[in-house]
């Protein structure tokens, strides 16, 4: 993994640029990720797919939210990707990317009317409905505008996903999509209304799942009802099958292939005359992407040494949320003696943590990486403490980009008024 990020001469470099040099021109903490890594992991995809030879058409929408910078999403849009959009902002930052509406599909449980009447004029792929009350606003905004919106229900497998609860959506008691027997009845209705076109099929179990099998549980149900609502006339042009698969975060931990996960997917829908989507986030951005950082205090102390850095959970709130495991790695590796290090941030708050336990050989203002970084890190972070969010930067072999600059302090109050 992440061989797009490796050592020359005791140095970690992104592609042909040390990290060191980055450090240097754009200050620290900041975000870098690897065009080649970004590209490779949607390749992934297409060669798989390619090299299947299964005859099923598949649309790759990447799904915004994992990271949402504008050369990222252009990036994807060039290489032929669509985009799954949870929100109005998102459905603006793709169009502002040049992609292409016709490969949007719009998830989210709480669509807003104004969110659906942009995405209507725009002219999404489809609605991912969630509910009977969202397929009635859509049906009444599309007729408002004489127009048809082309949806998907959302349907909840009832599958355990087998991964974080926070991040596990396909299980019966999770807020999203709606079970089987009730979906089978809302396209019933549905296929009455005037305001809508019946498109597909939808689903999405969970986040960062690293054995497949629940998926393909989950196609084999949603499979049974396409093919009850086809004896009923009700044909469905595409399934979607969410995103979720994992990517490795430690070496103990390998992620599965992306052939391993979508062979017996294309083997199950090959024949069909479906249309397959994909929603992966995490699996095209995560291990394309690093949070470089510098250690500003060591702390070593009777009980835990503290290397508080100049990153924090503002930054990439994951560890905080989620008591999740990021590698952090130095820069440039000491040959000295290693402690145990607690990687924090400088926030009072005892959640402001990166890591916990690192046997590392630290130094003041050596320079650390935060591995895996790519997925919901930006996409997550915030100004608390009135802290500028992180730059971006893109390197393409030994170019460096510059992708979001640094935020500047005064732009963080600026929104703000005093009374008068
Ligand atoms: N489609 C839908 C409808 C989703 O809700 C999500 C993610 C995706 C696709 C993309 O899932 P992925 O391929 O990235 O697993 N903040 C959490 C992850 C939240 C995922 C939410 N939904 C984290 O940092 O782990």
Known sequence: MLSHFSYRNNQLHAEKVPLADIAERFGTPCYIYSKAALTAALDEFRQTLADSASGVETLICYAIKANSNLAILNLFSRMGAGFDIVSGGELARALAARADPRKIVFSGAGKRADEIEAALEAGILCFNIESAEELDRINN?????????????????????????YISTGLKENKFGVPVKEAEILYRRAAHLAGIEIKGIDCHIGSQILDPSPFFEALDKILLLADRLAADGILLSH?????????????????????????????????????????????????AGLLLTKIEILKPGEHKNFAVVDAAMND?????LYDAWHDIVPVAPRQEETRNWEIVGPICESGDFLGHERPLALQTGDLLAIRSAGAYGMAMSSNYNTRPRAPEIMVDGAHVHLIRRREELAELYAQEQMLP
């Open 316 to 320: 990439l709130a994951r560890p905080a």
């Open 239 to 287: 399934i979607d099958l969410g995103g979720g698969l994992g990517i490795c975060y430690r070496e103990d931990e390998p992620a599965p292939t992306v052939a391993s996960y979508l062979q017996p997917i294309l083997d199950r829908l090959r024949g069909r005359g479906q249309k397959l989507i994909l929603e992966p986030g995490r699996r095209l951005v995560g291990n």
């Open 141 to 165: 905004i599309a007729q408002r505008l004489g127009k048809r919106a082309p949806v998907s229900l959302r349907v909840n497998p009832d599958v355990d996903a087998g991964t974080h609860p």
